[in-house]
């Protein structure tokens, strides 16, 4: 999917993402407007559902920004038009946290998914945290298609075919052998992306910036290994060989 994508680690509708979201929507091109969708959040009840939807709802208020929130909880809601068409006219649509599983299986597929991407051909951003991010990762099929499906990511949608991304990434490496794991047996010209709290990066797939206050770890061909801080940038060429 081609587009410009901001990918948090956590710490969505915090005061911290004011800067980079609003950096993100001074580019973007659609009718001004955020459409929060906790979607990932929906099999914890529709209380916290409406929890994360009311904090994006008062986060982008303080900034001035008109956002409401798209009651998108099942894959049924994903097939409906109406939903979709509301997707395909706004400047930034943001997916917060929760089980990453359950929302590539809500959105795969769907209608919705498919206004999102016509929404960024003509210059929205595509934002997740946590779950919303992790579903950008390369699909099962793509991994397939390089001859290799690893062990992780496995409910990516594909949105950035090359990549693959970890987030919570500064609390996920304290635990032995996870941080291995998660970023292990990669398809040659393919690149893992951990994504510390209160992190962001923001960019089109290949060009990347660090926003926030921490770091992020890039793994990738030919045992590349860097750490890039917050202002620095990097990029993942699709089909390196390292």
């Known amino acids: 999917m081609a587009g410009t994508f901001l990918l948090l680690g956590s710490g969505e509708f915090e005061p911290w993402s004011h800067e980079v979201e609003d950096r993100a929507l001074r580019s973007a091109r659609g009718d001004g407007s955020v459409l929060v969708l906790p979607t990932a959040s929906a099999t914890e009840g529709d209380a916290v559902f409406d929890r994360w939807a009311n904090m994006g709802l008062v986060h982008y208020a ?3 920004i008109r956002a409401e929130c798209l009651p998108v909880k099942t894959r049924d809601d994903a097939l409906r038009p ?3 068409a509301r997707a395909e006219t706004a400047s930034m649509v943001f997916f917060s946290g929760g089980k990453p599983d359950r929302l590539a299986a809500v959105l795969g597929g769907t ?7 016509r929404a960024m051909d003509r210059g929205a951003v595509y934002a997740g945290c946590s779950a919303g991010a992790m579903v950008a990762s390369q699909s099962r099929e793509q ?24 987030v919570h990434w500064d609390r996920v490496r304290r635990i032995p052998g996870v941080a291995w794991w998660s970023s292990s047996r990669l398809p040659d010209g393919t690149w893992f992306v951990g994504i510390e709290e209160q992190t962001a990066i923001f960019g ?21 290994r860097a750490t890039y801080r917050p202002g620095e940038t990097f990029v993942l060429t699709a089909g390196a060989d390292g």
């Open 204 to 224: 089109d797939g290949a060009s990347w910036e660090v926003a926030g206050l921490r770091n992020v770890d890039v793994r990738g061909p030919g045992n590349m």
């Open 111 to 117: 209608p919705l998914l498919a206004a999102i991407g």
């Open 143 to 166: 991994r397939n298609a390089l001859g290799e499906i690893g062990t992780a990511w496995l409910f990516g949608l594909g949105l950035i075919e090359h990549a693959s991304f970890g």
């Open 82 to 84: 109406d939903l979709a």
């Open 62 to 64: 303080e900034a001035g």
